[in-house]
């Protein structure tokens, strides 16, 4: 008895390793749509170089494989083998310009040096970006300004001489953000950030004696349900801020303050 098409996608749904998706997209002309659909709807968290680099150039080379994506997570570190000549970096934009469909992006370079220029032309509507890149603040203030589904915000770091870019009211979705202080001080005010994740980093103000602007941030502080404070580096004292936490739900802290 033949088995009924409308079930193919929740079982092949169901299906995560990627060999297994791979050998269903051989297998037959029905499992074929189905499998190529979960087999490319996310590529996340590998580190294999050659993988990479075959997926990249089936994104470029097929635009209805490209379509299917929805997300790509890829954070280079000791694992991947990626030198400045790597084949890698000329695909990686081209196929990025390709995925017109991608909701979640997340990446960061070995050490989380900037790559200007990676995002520039991008179609692709973001609900989740995740840039773990240092010292990109140009970069992202121009391509945030064109991504107005944004629903959560994550940054490896940003000055605060940088301004977050000025299209609030174009971002009406957008609830949470991750970052340092330079994030926090620039994202935080004139939006409805209800999820905070502050992970300091070394030079961050630890209280109003350094540099941390409590009172202008009071507003914004009023707003947030759920609050991670913490993390590798020194983090202000909860003290210094508590008082304006009036809507807090959930609060986690990490990592020890100046005391």
Not at 80 to 97: E, M, R, V, Y
Not at 105 to 126: A, E, S, W, Y
Not at 149 to 170: C, V
Request: glycine fraction near 6%.
């Amino acid at each position: 008895m033949a088995f009924p098409v409308e079930l193919y996608q929740p079982v092949v749904g169901y299906v995560r390793d990627r060999v297994t998706l791979r050998n269903l997209l051989l297998a037959s002309r029905s499992l074929n749509v189905e499998a190529e659909w979960s087999l490319y709807f996310k590529f996340e968290h590998v580190h294999n170089a050659q993988t990479q680099v075959l997926f990249l150039q089936r994104v470029i080379d097929c635009p209805r494989v490209a379509r299917h994506v929805n997300s790509y997570r890829f954070e280079i570190d000791w694992r991947t083998n990626l030198d400045s000549n790597h084949i890698f970096w000329k695909l990686l934009p081209q196929a990025l310009h390709a995925m017109g469909n991608l909701k979640i992006l997340q990446f960061r370079t070995h050490g989380g040096m900037p790559i200007n220029g990676l995002l520039d032309g991008c179609t692709f509507q973001l609900e989740y970006c995740h840039w773990h890149c240092h010292s990109d603040e140009m970069q992202m203030q121009a391509f945030l300004q064109t991504q107005r589904k944004l629903k959560s915000l994550s940054l490896g770091g940003w000055d605060t001489s940088f301004s977050a870019p000025s299209n609030h009211s174009e971002q009406p979705d957008l609830r949470e953000v991750t970052g340092c202080y330079g994030v926090i001080h620039a994202f935080l005010p004139g939006r409805d950030i209800t999820h905070v994740r502050w992970v300091p980093d070394l030079d961050d103000p630890w209280d109003i004696n350094t540099g941390l602007d409590a009172e202008g941030l009071a507003p914004a502080f009023q707003k947030l349900k759920f609050l991670k404070l913490g993390g590798y580096f020194m983090r202000p004292h909860l003290c210094s801020i508590s008082e304006h936490l009036t809507s807090l739900v959930f609060l986690e802290l990490m990592g020890y303050d100046k005391v």
